[in-house]
């Protein structure tokens, strides 16, 4: 295919051209062991990957609101921001932000344009041709170059070591906690994928670990011993000193690696949020060179702090929840979030999951916290059928928790009426929410659908 055209063409149906191209490709859930092919698109286009420092986070969960929040620290220190995250939720242009930003459609055109040309050079020789996350990745930082920006704030797609996005080397690598997932492309163990994950510390970086299990964690500082690395470990050299709930989030005191930052409010839910915003603050210290940061610096930046479709709001009367939880130790910390958070009687879930995903442990996660389950499926071709999926939920909440709606809108609806019933589930009337989960994909279709004028 030929998009020289696209160059120059910012009418919303480029746009959708453009967006079927990248999805016509390779999937990103399909990896390779190797970088070569993103390594030539970046040799041709100049190597934008090296045209600023870069703060690189790895990690099972939380890696996009601490990449969030990173951004926001940095940006409210005076510092041009590039981020790149992945997966989106709503729109493609999300993954690709500039000053806190996504990409308009005209930019995401031209820079598509831009870059796609050389993908196809690549394609030449290459035994297989450029993947989606190859060219978005390769994208972002041509735009990140193009700005320029101060600073990029990378998070990887899948793993660490053979990502496409390490094809840059970080001045702070971040290790989010690691669990099990993608087992099928990154192994079936903890110790494995960590392996895979501490591929992005590299000799000269300055490493921030979050809180690990033990095996985890020697995998990760075997590598940092490795390759000379300086490192700061989560519960030793910075945390979480104290929190609180409070109504629209949380207060917490931070220790970091050169400051105590305290009488933080913190608009997200969750002890796992908390520690997130540690880890951010130790990163930004350590891009800062070991300094402190002026308190009211981080009291703004987490004060507009705010993580889509991570057990975010979208109506109220009853309350509906969308969190993007899709393995087990997700699943777990928004179980913990949501009854720390919301007093929510009966709760009533729509879950719909990918298909390659560890379905019975997020099921059993959130099992105590659910007064019935709806079971769905989102739009894409890796969706776990919605029977399929009510099947495996019968033999964890019993048959008479578990209902069926395929349609994803229609699954909402009778969730909301569930919820609104509230008796009928033995529970009282009036106090009941919906928390939608299971998926990106499904938190971020529902997120549209309700956000729609009119819902």
Partial sequence: MRYFRTMSDTSPEAY??????????????????????????????????????????TGTNGKTSTARMIDALLRTRGLRTGRFTSPHVESMRERICIDGEPLTEDRFVEVFGEVAPYAEVVERTAQHPVSFFELITAMAFAAFADAPVD??????????????????????????????????????????????????????????????????????????????????????????AERHVAVGGQQVSLRGLAGQYDEIFLPLHGAHQAHNAAVAVAAVEAFAGGEAMDVDVVRDAFGQSDSP??????????TVLVDSAHNPHGARATAEAVQESF???????????????????????????????VCTQNSTTRAMPAESLAELARG???????????????????????????????????????????????????????QRPGR
């Fill in 16 to 57: 959708a051209a453009v967006e079927a191209a990248m999805l016509s490709r390779w999937p990103e859930t399909r990896m390779t062991p190797t970088l070569d092919r993103i390594r030539a698109l970046c040799t041709l286009l100049g190597d934008p990957q090296h045209a600023a420092p870069v703060i690189h986070l």
């Fill in 151 to 240: 600073v990029i704030v990378l998070e990887v797609g899948l793993g660490g070591t053979w990502d496409a996005t390490n094809v840059a080397d970080a001045q702070v690598a971040v290790v989010l906690p690691v669990g099990v997932d993608h087992a099928h492309l990154l192994g079936g163990s903890e110790e494995e994928i960590a392996e895979e994950k501490a591929g992005i510390i590299k000799p000269g970086t300055f490493a921030v670990l979050a809180q690990q299990p033990v095996d985890v964690a020697e995998v990760l500082l075997r590598r940092v011993v490795e390759v000379e690395a300086t490192v700061a470990r989560e519960g030793l050299e910075f945390g979480v």
């Fill in 309 to 318: 479709a991570r057990l975010e709001v979208v109506r109220r009367s009853p």
């Fill in 343 to 373: 007093a929510l009687s009966p709760l009533v879930g729509v879950l719909g999951m990918m298909g390659d995903k560890d379905v019975e442990g997020v099921l059993e996660a959130f099992e105590p916290v659910l007064s019935a389950v």
């Fill in 396 to 450: 964890v909440f019993g048959e008479e928790r578990v209902e069926v709606m395929p349609r994803l809108d229609d699954a909402i609806e009778r969730a909301i009426g569930l919820a609104e019933e509230g008796g009928r589930l033995g529970e009282a009337i009036g106090s009941g929410g919906v928390l939608i989960t299971g998926s990106v994909v499904t938190a971020g279709e529902a997120r549209s659908m309700l």
